[in-house]
Structure formats: structure tokens, C-alpha cells
């Protein structure tokens, strides 16, 4: 009997334990990359499933079990595992998000009272920074962060890319900003902005000088510059841009608009001012028609600067509230686009991106393909092929988790569990690996 038990012991221990530190993930939750003097890593926020049950009926399999988290920092130039942290279970003792990264810091909230906020070197992964260090600031001190449910962290902890400093809330719902070099803190009049789930691809996108760009048809999509047709027909299975989601530059789009709009404010008031500096009766002298045609239309001038003033000023005021709605594509260069399409039509189709750039006589002319054959064009059928069954039999993996983004000239794709690296300038895969 004792036989038996261990037997079965041993079985279901072997069959469905993962090693959290080598094993593949079966999820991946965030993503950013990280470029500094460290050198450039992308960081991500992996689960590795542990089944404590598996069972199939009727051609279904019914899976119970929890989540391992850990934090993977990979050599962008390379792809190699540059560092890996077991950051445990999650939910209500050890959740965790990585909020964002400042030169040779990686920002991260953890419930875990022996890390709470927290900053880790991008390169190693090892706590550089941790909540002693950071309370010896003065203004740290006094402060007490709220007691955030483990699923709703993204609520109270977040990032401002816009100014590059991490933000915390305190238990009495006040927002602060965290100075990344001396921790200092700075209450600040906003609420933080929570992330929504990222759309990758979409079919049409907005070109500098207003125009836009469609990617339109029937099974094969060709491109159109406003309701022209492209001359060189380019056409592309099922294509899709590839969207920029990077809040690092978005915050840097949003802080240049921000200055631009300040800037604006500040001259339509000085041109105001010294109008009516000099001009102390004017709207009578106007209405009563005893001014000459140049002095009118200096009037009306003004007349419109204060109407755009006020327009500016409450632009100005609402600023933050605003999100950046435009869909800008992602690309390395003005003037080019990626395009995302399948190789054929099929339930196997694989992954071809192309690098297509805009020509001023608003032809389009394709830089390069790459073919990415160990990727599914549609990822659920990464799962319903079976292509991943032998490796994941001890799991439950997810497939539907994507991301893209470019720096240092190469595009890095995650989709289905994989990364890849592609040189912008040639298409050349560089590398690829299992995550």
C-alpha cells in the first residue's frame, strides 16, 4: 500500500511540476525594453503554470492548478537569458507588475512586504533598491502606500513616461511621483492612467501630413493613399499594420505636444498684451468706426489671438485628460511601415512581415520580407494544431499574448509563447528563442 502511494506520488509530482527558473512559460503577462549604459534587455513578466490536475472528457481537457511568476531579462542583441527571478505564486502574497525603467532601474510594486516598491538592476535582476533604501528620503517618510488589492496593483502603482518617473498612491488616495535619483516624493494633482489591453494591428493608419493609409480588399490587401489606389499594388494575405504601442514614445510625443501647446499659450498672450498695451480704448474707437483699415484689422487681429488664447488655454488645462487616440505605425524610419500577412490559406499559415516604405509620388515600394515560419499567422491555432503539445504537456499554455516594438534598428516580436529579432535594415532574422 505504501508502494502504491508513493508510486502515484512520484507520477503526479514528474507529470506536472515545471521547474519555474528552466521550463517554458505558459503565459507572459508585460513586456518593455530597457536602454541604457547596462546595455539594451527586454524584461518580461512570465507564468509558468503548475497543474495539480489534468483530465479529459468527451475530446475536452479540464486543467486546475496556480501560477509561478518570474522576471526574464533577455540580451536584445543577442536574445540570450541575460538574468531570471522566481518571483513565486502571485495573488495575495507575492503579486507583483513592473511598473517601468529609469537609467539602471527597473521600477516594481510587490505585495511581498520584504520588497514592496522596489528597484532592480535590468541586467541582473537583483534588488538595487528596496523599501528601507527608499523611505531614508525625507519626503518618503511620511508616507503611506496604499494597501492595494493584489489584482487591481495597476490602479495605485503605474509609470509616467511622459516625465519618467515612477508613481505611487498613498492610503489616503493621493498620487505622487517618485524623483528615480534621490526618491524624493512629489504629490501631484492626477490620477493615473490605467492600462488597457494593446491592439497590434489595424488596417488603416495616418500618414505626417494628414493623409491616411488603408490596407483594403479581399483576402489579399492592397493599399491605398486616401481613396488612391497605390501604383505599385502591393498586395498582402490578410495584411495588417503593425501598430506602435510604446509608452516610452508616446510619453515622448505627449511631453513635446504638451511643450508646444505651452509655448502657444505663451505668445498668443504676449501678442495679446501688447496690443491692448498700447490700444487702452480700442473696442470703442472699433465700434464707433473712427479707426483706419490697418488699425481694424490690427483689432480683429487681436479679436482672434484672444479667441485662440482662450481655445489654447483650455486645450492646456485638459491636456492630461486627453489619451493620444491616433495610430502611428511602427517603424524605424519616416516614412515606412510594417506590414503583418500570412503566407497562405491555410490553418497552418505562417508569419510573413515586410518592411514597405512611402514614396513622395505616393507609390509604395516593399523593402524587404522576412518569412517567421515558426510562428502562426493565427495564433489560435497554435493550440489546436497541436504544435506545441509535446513541450507543454505539463502546462497550460496561452498563445494569445503579442508584442512588438523596435530599438537599436531591429524588431522584436513575441507572439506565441516565442521572440524573434528582425534587423530593420535588411529583414534578416537575427535570432529566435523559446520563452
Not at 505636444?257 to 498672450?269: D, I, M, T, Y
Request: glycine share 6%; charged share 30%; net charge negative.
Amino acid at each position: 500500500m505504501f508502494f502504491t502511494t508513493l508510486s502515484i506520488a512520484l507520477f503526479f509530482t514528474s507529470c506536472f511540476h515545471k521547474d519555474v527558473m528552466t521550463d517554458r512559460a505558459d503565459d507572459i503577462i508585460s513586456s518593455l525594453i530597457y536602454k541604457g549604459k547596462e546595455g539594451n534587455f527586454i524584461i518580461c513578466k512570465e507564468a509558468v503554470f503548475q497543474a495539480t490536475s489534468k483530465s479529459s472528457n468527451g475530446g475536452f481537457t479540464r486543467i486546475s492548478g496556480r501560477n509561478d511568476y518570474r522576471i526574464s531579462s533577455y540580451d536584445l542583441a543577442t536574445g540570450k537569458l541575460s538574468a531570471r527571478i522566481n518571483m513565486k505564486s502571485g495573488m495575495e502574497d507575492e503579486e507583483f507588475i513592473i511598473m517601468g525603467a529609469t537609467e539602471g532601474k527597473i521600477w516594481m510594486y510587490s505585495i511581498n512586504k520584504d520588497l514592496g516598491l522596489h528597484c532592480r538592476d535590468p541586467k541582473t535582476l537583483e534588488v538595487i533598491t528596496g523599501p528601507k533604501k527608499l523611505v531614508e528620503a525625507s519626503t518618503m517618510k511620511v508616507i503611506t502606500l496604499a494597501p492595494a488589492p493584489w489584482s487591481e496593483l495597476d490602479r495605485y502603482f503605474a509609470f509616467d513616461w511622459e516625465n519618467n518617473t515612477p508613481l505611487i498612491t498613498d492610503a489616503q488616495g493621493y498620487v505622487y511621483a517618485i524623483n528615480p535619483d534621490n526618491f524624493s516624493a512629489e504629490k501631484k494633482d492626477k490620477k493615473l492612467e490605467i492600462g488597457f489591453s494593446k491592439e497590434w494591428f489595424n488596417t488603416s493608419c495616418g500618414l505626417n501630413d494628414g493623409r491616411s493609409l488603408y490596407l483594403k480588399g479581399d483576402n489579399r490587401n492592397t493599399i491605398e493613399i486616401g481613396n488612391a489606389e497605390d501604383k505599385s499594388k502591393l498586395s498582402f494575405l490578410f495584411g495588417k499594420f503593425i501598430i506602435d504601442n510604446s509608452d516610452a514614445r508616446a510619453g515622448i510625443i505627449k511631453k513635446k505636444r504638451l511643450e508646444e501647446l505651452q509655448k502657444r499659450v505663451k505668445r498668443l498672450e504676449d501678442s495679446i498684451k501688447a496690443y491692448e498695451s498700447g490700444h487702452k480704448d480700442n473696442d470703442e474707437e472699433y465700434f464707433r468706426g473712427n479707426m483706419s483699415r490697418a488699425e481694424e484689422d490690427r483689432y480683429e487681429q487681436n479679436s482672434k489671438n484672444k479667441s485662440a488664447f482662450e481655445m489654447a488655454k483650455m486645450d492646456l488645462e485638459h491636456f492630461n485628460s486627453f489619451g493620444m487616440d491616433e495610430k502611428n505605425m511602427l517603424s524605424n524610419e519616416p516614412n515606412t511601415f510594417l506590414v503583418y500577412y500570412a503566407n497562405s490559406i491555410s490553418d497552418t499559415a505562417r508569419v510573413i512581415i515586410s518592411k514597405v516604405k512611402f514614396n513622395a509620388d505616393s507609390s509604395c515600394t516593399q523593402i524587404w520580407e522576412c518569412h517567421l515560419n515558426n510562428f502562426f499567422f493565427d495564433p489560435d491555432k497554435a493550440s489546436s494544431k497541436g504544435a506545441f503539445e509535446t513541450v507543454f504537456s505539463k502546462g497550460d499554455p496561452q498563445f494569445r499574448y503579442q508584442w512588438f516594438d523596435v530599438e537599436d534598428n531591429k524588431l522584436i516580436m513575441i507572439s506565441q509563447l516565442q521572440m524573434a529579432c528582425i534587423d530593420m535594415g535588411t529583414g534578416k532574422v537575427l535570432w529566435e528563442i523559446n520563452i
